[in-house]
């Protein structure tokens, strides 16, 4: 009966794509334990260490008390919004000088809900080759058209935009800002640039970049002062805040539209208060130390990044699954990144520094890495 996935799983297997859940042992701030051994994490979104930290956690369950509850019961449209979402969706308003923002459960109901909601039919969306699968989840879902530009080439971008943009009603340029894979950073600027030309709203996701750039920690766009220029502005707490969840932040009635044909939005438990509470506390409390993001950063620009994730390309799955495992022995924990999450042929590792992590930490792995590169 079920000889067809058996025979897909084993074709994954033959070729190195196939994924298993690891049971990891324990995580604590940096670090991340794994077969009885304590390993650098390197793999990680938590880049500010957030997340797997005991004095955080003390911390805030001291603030917190018994105030939330651990669960919402309900979708935020039905007894769902209690204070504390409104709370942390008017601190975002204010932080971002937007009218209106709107959380969702993650970064990938939000991307999910937003695009699909957006471009009805007779619509467009321009998205960079590079953006998420919760991104082109969601233009796949809509009743728009997409188009998909070849990465960060904004060139392509105006030419498609010359060729096509006449043909739709509304458009929407949707770009990630600090790339996940890539750890690259778009052009935004250009962009904005191009949005103007030729009247299109945009959408950009700074999952990646919240929290790390930025005067106010509030992303690239913020680091560049075109706030202002950007329709709808994505982030998520998943990574940097060490929460859980999304928001959208941008005009009234975009947000209002949402709320009202946003699925993703519409048809799930709101999060748990607790972390909402706890979203809003890192935010409003932990979010201004910004000479740690300066130090992480730093060292990923030496390491040839533009952002604190580094891409390793190495090519082929088993190679960069065979590095992997040589990094584990030296006490650093990758991951293997494989089709279908990068393109076939740029199998890689991507590392991901977080705040803490000191320069003189990374000397070997550079070393192992160099070697292995230069032996192939
Ligand atoms: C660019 C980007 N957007 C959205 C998401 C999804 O966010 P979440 O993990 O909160 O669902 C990710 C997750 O890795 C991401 O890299």
């Known amino acids: 009966m079920y000889e067809d996935y058996q025979k897909i799983l084993a074709e994954l297997k033959e070729k190195s794509h196939f994924r298993d859940l690891k049971n990891y042992e324990g995580k604590d701030e940096k670090y991340i334990y794994f077969k009885g051994k304590k390993l650098l994490n390197l793999s990680s979104n938590n880049y500010l260490n957030f997340a797997d930290n005991k004095k955080i956690t003390k911390e805030f369950l001291d603030f917190a ?215 809003k506390w890192i935010i409003e409390n932990k979010l201004t130390i910004n000479n740690r993001q300066k130090k992480m950063l730093s060292i990923a620009q030496k390491m040839g990044s533009q952002s604190h994730i580094i891409p390793v390309v190495i090519g082929g799955n088993k190679e960069t699954v065979d590095l992997c495992d040589v990094l584990f022995h030296n006490g650093y924990f990758t991951l293997p990144i494989r089709p279908p999450t990068v393109p076939v042929g740029t199998s890689r590792i991507r590392l991901s520094l977080t705040a803490d992590i000191e320069e003189d930490e990374l000397k070997n792995l550079k070393d192992i890495i160099n070697e292995s590169v230069l032996a192939k």
């Open 65 to 279: 008390g018994d105030k939330y509850s651990f669960g919402s019961a309900s979708a935020r449209l039905l007894t769902g919004t209690l204070p504390v979402y409104k709370d942390l969706e008017d601190l975002l308003s204010k932080l971002y000088n937007k009218e209106s923002t709107l959380l969702y459960n993650s970064g990938y109901h939000a991307n999910v809900g937003i695009s699909s909601a957006l471009c009805q039919k007779g619509d467009v969306v321009f998205s960079d080759k590079l953006n998420h699968a919760s991104i082109i989840d969601g233009m796949k879902l809509s009743d728009g058209k997409f188009f998909r530009y070849p990465h960060n080439d904004m060139e392509a971008l105006e030419r498609l935009l010359k060729r096509e943009r006449a043909n739709y009603k509304n458009a929407f340029i949707i770009t990630e800002s600090v790339f996940s894979m890539d750890g690259d950073i778009a052009d935004l600027k250009k962009i904005v640039e191009l949005k103007k030309k030729y009247n299109c709203i945009m959408i950009i996701d700074e999952a990646h970049a919240f929290g790390v750039f930025g005067g106010k920690c509030l992303g690239v766009a913020d680091e560049l002062g075109i706030i202002d220029e950007i329709d709808l502005i994505v982030g998520t707490f998943g990574k940097a805040i060490g929460s859980m969840g999304a928001f959208v932040t941008g005009s009234k009635v975009m947000i209002d539209f949402l709320i009202n044909k946003s699925r993703s939005f519409i048809f799930s438990t709101a999060l748990p208060p607790i972390n909402i509470a706890f979203t």
